[in-house]
């Protein structure tokens, strides 16, 4: 029995291993010395969200770049108040989403893209806000490089409390894990907070079609089609420009419901990379959790749940420091009590993503 945790326990760090060297290879780009010639459109679809929109429209109003060359489609999705724009410098338009599947987010880009102008699209959400060089690194990119789907970061602009800093260091883990995949060349994740691509590939990609069922991953799921198809084509950005911010949850079920909805994807992955590390990350966190059980039971010996933990808490730790300090240099906090309980936080979303409904945006899924 023990034997079989450790095995399971080494795999998984060897996995996290190669992400952190994949993490490694990616070189870090923030040049923005040429001319803009890009011209965007940013689809934000958003469902009650009057207090977060003026921020990120603030933000937008704040970009170093030419103020014609990008519009904002912001797609209601059945508010109960109506959000009302203030004079800005840019373009915003407010349209209806038009509900077709039985995924409300896929159905506002479709909508969207119904009037968009311009052949590069960004999808960003209701509750961030953008660094004032987020369209210029990514036009001199798209400059420079042969690409027509961008994947970029997004962190948390963090309080000071417990549930607040354990949802930090679980997205740099996501965000460490998304890098560093594409540092190995198996790309299978990205956040459509901070995602772009040309409507042309979207079109050609068929866009949401085969997964229009599941209720979210507007982004993982259209990533991986890409990557099937036209893989040069799909680029990481990792620039400290193009960063997004986007707020933490404040109680802990609204956090549980949206890990169970991220982890309800992991099945329907078309990337065989991204299901065998969801297993193994599954697996990785159930052993500590068995680990820990069976100790409590009198079956095994506490320095071997020790062992345990010290390997797997070894090899997040690295990972998460640096995708930490590439998200926002802010010092870590409580990471022995997050690594302590979120084995178990995990799990358990885990096994409740396989059978239980979520609630999401004040709907059932």
């Not at 880009?109 to 052949?119: F, H, P, S, Y």
């Not at 990609?205 to 209720?215: C, K, P, Q, V, Y």
Request: aromatic fraction near 16%; hydrophobic fraction near 45%; include cysteine.
């Amino acid at each position: 029995m023990i034997f079989a945790l450790h095995f399971v326990i080494i795999l998984y760090c060897m996995a996290i291993c190669f992400l952190i060297y994949g993490f490694a290879k990616v070189n870090t780009i923030d040049y923005i010395g040429l001319k803009p010639k890009t011209k965007f459109s940013i689809i934000v679809p958003f469902r009650n969200e009057t207090q977060n929109l003026p921020f990120l429209l603030d933000s937008l109003s704040q970009l170093n770049y030419p103020m014609e060359m990008f519009e904002v489609i912001l797609v209601d999705d059945e508010s109960e108040e109506a959000f009302k724009v203030q004079s800005l410098t840019f373009k915003v338009s407010v349209i209806k989403n038009v509900r077709v599947s039985n995924s409300p987010k896929k159905d506002a880009i479709v909508t969207a893209m119904q009037i968009v102008n311009t052949d590069w699209i960004i999808t960003t959400d209701a509750d961030c806000t953008v660094n004032k060089n987020w369209l210029l690194t990514l036009d001199n990119y798209i400059q420079l490089h042969n690409v027509a789907m961008i994947a970029g970061a997004v962190t948390y602009d963090c309080g000071n409390s417990f549930l607040h800093h354990f949802q930090q260091l679980d997205l740099a883990s996501l965000q460490g894990a998304t890098i560093g995949s594409f540092g190995i060349n198996k790309g299978f994740m990205c956040n459509g907070a901070n995602f772009a691509y040309t409507k042309s590939f979207f079109q050609e990609l068929n866009g949401f079609e085969g997964n229009d069922g599941i209720a979210s991953g507007d982004d993982v799921f259209l990533l991986q089609k890409a990557i099937v198809h036209y893989p040069k084509k799909v680029h990481y950005l990792k620039s400290q420009n193009t960063i997004v911010f986007t707020k933490p949850l404040d109680d802990w079920k609204s956090l549980f419901y949206q890990r169970v909805r991220w982890a309800s994807k992991t099945g329907s992955y078309q990337s065989t990379f991204g299901k065998g590390l969801g297993l193994l990350v599954f697996a990785g966190n159930l052993c500590l959790v068995l680990g820990f059980g069976f100790w409590i039971l009198g079956l095994i010996a506490f320095q071997n749940v020790f062992l345990l933990f010290a390997l797997k808490f070894t090899v997040d730790t690295i990972l998460i420091y640096k995708a930490n300090h590439f998200l926002n240099k802010s010092k870590i906090r409580y990471l022995i009590l997050s690594s302590l309980f979120y084995p178990i936080f995990s799990t358990s979303v885990a096994l409740y993503s396989l059978f239980g409904e979520y609630e999401w945006k004040g709907r059932r899924f």
